[in-house]
């Protein structure tokens, strides 16, 4: 997203997101488990609604903790679909415990969720998306792409004239080893 260079900087909620977190590596399953959530949850929406609803997503889905939303049962699910300050969809409540579930299996031969992503890394867009189908649920061709941009196993998060871009390649995401 080439323009978010120009619209984030400064702003309130895509400013701090442009800044520290968009494109650079990320180590630990619960902020991988966020990214993914979010993303899926943006589907139809503007980024800008889920940025403003995330410390909310956080709290309702309990800071992310993979083995806690992967637990999950029918009276979450109806806490989460009744939290007016999250997007109440069911088939992404829905994605995003079933997805935990699947991060769990993942890491009895991965160790970890980015251990598995490490296990893919490198592929092209394209077969990233069949892998992420095959392997979770509510995964199209922009939230692949979006997630892996976003947690730097894609090229694309900032324009190489954005200052956060030498940030970013400093921190050594997977794209650009």
């Known amino acids: 997203m080439a323009d978010y260079c120009d619209l984030a900087p400064g702003h309130p909620f895509h400013g701090p997101y442009h800044d520290h977190d968009y494109g650079f590596p990320v180590e630990d399953d619960a902020t991988l488990f966020e990214r993914l959530v979010l993303e899926i949850n943006q589907a139809g929406l503007s980024w800008l609604t889920v940025l403003k609803k995330r410390e909310a997503f956080c709290e309702a889905f309990r800071g992310f903790d993979v083995d806690v939303v992967a637990a999950f049962d029918d009276d979450d699910k109806t806490r989460l ?84 871009q030498a940030r970013v390649l400093a921190a050594a995401p997977p794209w650009a080893r």
Not at 89 to 115: C, D, P, T, Y
Not at 137 to 161: C, K, Q, W
Request: positive net charge; aromatic residues 10%.
């Open 81 to 164: 679909l009744g939290d007016a300050r999250i997007i109440r969809n069911r088939l992404k409540v829905e994605a995003a415990i079933h997805n935990a579930q699947v991060i769990q299996q993942l890491r009895q031969e991965h160790a970890s969720f980015r251990g598995w992503l490490e296990a893919h890394h490198p592929l092209p867009h394209g077969d990233w998306v069949k892998l992420f189908k095959r392997t979770f649920r509510f995964t199209g061709p922009e939230i692949v792409n979006e997630f892996l941009m976003s947690t730097g196993y894609l090229p694309g998060a900032h324009r190489d004239d954005c200052p956060v």
